[in-house]
T-cell receptor, first 112, second 114 residues
């Protein structure tokens, strides 16, 4: 089955800095890669996703890049703000059931 | 609130008891997923329904776990003879299907087995 590794487990940055979270996956058939943000005590919510036919996608301060050859994808957050503090999960899935395999999460702490 | 809802939000039970959780997906979402999440981990897939059909179950889902979605709307997850290792957050998510894969999660049911 699919295996998703996520690094780092904790990331501490100053407000205004950039943050990068990296994930690798094992199943070359995976073709859908979402990122979820989970604030303390709240449900995971999708923040951005990318499909395997695209190398990069941006949404304001958030971007995701995908390298299919190397089987890794990354989340980039620019101009971080304290409200970006949360746990971020990457996931990988493939067509059909689209059952996602999640990474273990990255706790992002943005210091004011 | 038109989002995914789950009940109860918290459940404390004694080892050996049975518990049942309910998930109400977003209306007209035909796919429904159950996950278990423990501290410091991402959600782990348990099972998934398309309409009323249970199409896949994880190896994590022992025979003490059973899930149903009888009319293709709400779903229940039952755990029989609970064990302390069952303590976790149980999350439900739904997707509309048809190529839209975004998972809309519920708030979860936190289970504590004493």
């Amino acid at each position: 089955g699919e295996n998703v590794e996520q690094h780092p487990s904790t990331l501490s940055v100053q407000e205004g800095d950039s943050a990068v979270i990296k994930c690798t996956y094992s199943d070359s058939a995976s073709n859908y890669f979402p990122w979820y943000k989970q604030e303390l005590g709240k449900r995971p919510q999708l923040i951005i996703d990318i499909r395997s036919n695209v190398g990069e996608k941006k949404d304001q301060r958030i971007a995701v890049t995908l390298n299919k050859t190397a089987k890794h994808f990354s989340l980039h957050i620019t101009e971080t703000q304290p409200e970006d503090s949360a746990v971020y999960f990457c996931a990988a899935s493939k067509g059909g059931s689209y059952i996602p395999t999640f990474g273990r999460g990255t706790s992002l702490i943005v210091h004011p | 609130d038109t989002g995914v809802s789950q009940n109860p939000r918290h459940k404390i039970t004694k080892r050996g008891q049975n518990v049942t959780f309910r998930c109400d997906p977003i209306s007209e979402h035909n796919r429904l997923y159950w996950y278990r999440q423990t501290l410091g981990q991402g959600p782990e897939f348990l099972t998934y329904f398309q309409n009323e059909a249970q199409l896949e179950k994880s190896r994590l889902l022992s025979d003490r776990f059973s899930a149903e979605r009888p009319k293709g709307s709400f779903s229940t997850l039952e755990i029989q003879r609970t064990e302390q290792g069952d303590s976790a957050m149980y999350l439900c998510a739904s997707t509309p299907g048809g190529g839209v894969e975004t998972q809309y999660f519920g708030p979860g049911t936190r289970l504590l087995v004493l």
